[in-house]
């Protein structure tokens, strides 16, 4: 889960084998075998039960799970991806009861709770029991997507005052969670992973295989998440930055330096901001289209999206609407215009640092738009230095003819 980046080895395949091997022990799976360790850093006495059916979703859990997930009623079961199976119970209360089993030989096993789809953001719950016998259970913050940005004991999931609980029965793993949300939980994106190595001092080694599912627990069906949220994402992400952070600002750069250009200025500025606007429009589409994809949920950077997006229409409108220059509400359309559009700017990069955020981006995307915002602004204040000497040279040049009439 530090990494999502498979990375093969001989000793890793060879864990691999055993993992095949125990799924194949399933089907002989005895229930006198089983061993069990307990709930987060106690263990747990298992025993009977067991049942040799893959998914083992009728097999009775109170033989070796403590209160409340051994007796749970009203259980929906759910085999979710590999040999992983979700077991969940929901009451009116929103007081949500998860037992995630999966086939465990070394390592550990977690499940992720994700905004957007993606690993950077999301909270897991990871369990695991070492090399002598101890269940562990920990849940971790993934603020990024190097190893040392998966924080152990960090996170956004709503856990209760219940202890969680690991517990080995039989070939397989079972981790236990209680979570109390403010609202029902319906579409959930959730992420599932193993690795094979154990974590060491709370560090979790490279996971060997994940997937991200999204998964509706009013119905318990499974969906595929889409696979393109990455590409999506990044997509999204260069629009927002060529439109709003590059084409946009220099148009805007035009009619204040180069006036003196005329015309030309003004076909060059509605031609910049039209391709400006475009490239916003579609950053903004490709927003929605995730949002309906994966039911993320960022009120605030998708308000300010929306906000621009108004403001940019109205200033569309503007250019169409545009008085003559000896109109009288001509003044009042250039305080408009200008300060619409000024306003329109600033939360355009306000809302590129906040989505950068959100999505976790790396030191590379920073430095781009750092790249960017510095080349804007330093025209800015080149052509700002450059404006001012040439006033200057004009107010000198107009108080030396005033004091020099020519006779």
Not at 354 to 382: E, N, P, R, T
Request: proline share 4%; charged share 15%; net charge positive.
């Amino acid at each position: 889960m530090a990494s999502w980046v498979f990375r093969a080895s001989p000793s890793r395949l060879l864990l691999r084998l055993l993992w095949a091997l125990g799924l194949l022990s399933l089907v002989a799976a005895d229930g006198d075998a089983s061993y069990a360790a307990g709930a987060a850093e106690v263990g747990y006495g298992g025993g009977g039960g067991g049942g040799g059916e893959l998914e083992l979703c009728n097999n009775d859990l109170s033989y070796f799970l403590p209160p409340p997930y051994g007796n749970m009623s009203n259980v929906i079961c759910k085999p979710v991806w590999n040999t992983f199976v979700l077991r969940y119970t929901q009451n009116e209360d929103n007081v949500m009861n998860i037992v995630l089993s999966a086939v465990y030989t070394t390592g550990w096993v977690g499940i992720g709770f994700s905004k957007d789809g993606m690993m950077v953001g999301s909270s897991a719950i990871v369990g695991w029991v070492t090399k002598k016998g101890q269940a562990r259970a920990r849940q971790y913050y993934l603020q990024g997507s190097r190893k040392s940005q998966v924080i152990a004991d960090k996170g956004e999931l709503p856990l209760t005052g219940i202890p969680s609980s690991v517990v080995l029965h039989g070939p397989r793993i079972y981790l236990a969670f209680q979570l109390k949300f403010e609202k029902p939980l319906h579409h959930q994106p959730l992420i599932l992973a193993f690795g094979f190595s154990y974590p060491t001092h709370l560090h979790l080694s490279h996971h060997d295989d994940k997937t991200t599912i999204r998964f509706d627990f009013n119905a318990g069906s499974t969906s595929d998440a889409p696979n393109d949220l990455g590409k999506m994402k990044k997509n999204h992400g260069i629009l927002a930055i060529l439109g709003w952070g590059l084409i946009l600002p220099f148009g805007a750069i035009i009619p204040r330096y180069f006036k003196h250009k005329d015309p030309l200025w003004y076909y060059l500025h509605s031609v910049i901001q039209l391709v400006g606007f475009v490239f916003g429009l579609a950053a903004v589409v490709l927003g929605q289209q995730l949002y309906n994809k994966i039911g993320a949920h960022f009120p605030t950077h998708r308000g300010i999206g929306i906000f621009i997006l108004v403001l940019s229409i109205l200033q569309i409108l503007a250019f169409f609407l545009r008085p003559n220059k000896e109109g009288k509400i001509r003044r009042y359309w250039n305080w408009y215009h200008h300060s619409m559009g000024r306003l329109a700017l600033l939360f355009g990069a306000l809302n590129i640092v906040l989505g950068m955020q959100i999505g976790g981006a790396g030191d590379d995307w920073k430095i781009g738009y750092g790249f960017v915002l510095g080349i804007v602004l330093l025209s800015v204040i080149v052509l700002e230095v450059l404006k001012w000497i040439k006033r200057s040279e004009e107010k000198k040049m107009a108080s030396t003819f005033q004091m020099n009439p020519v006779q």
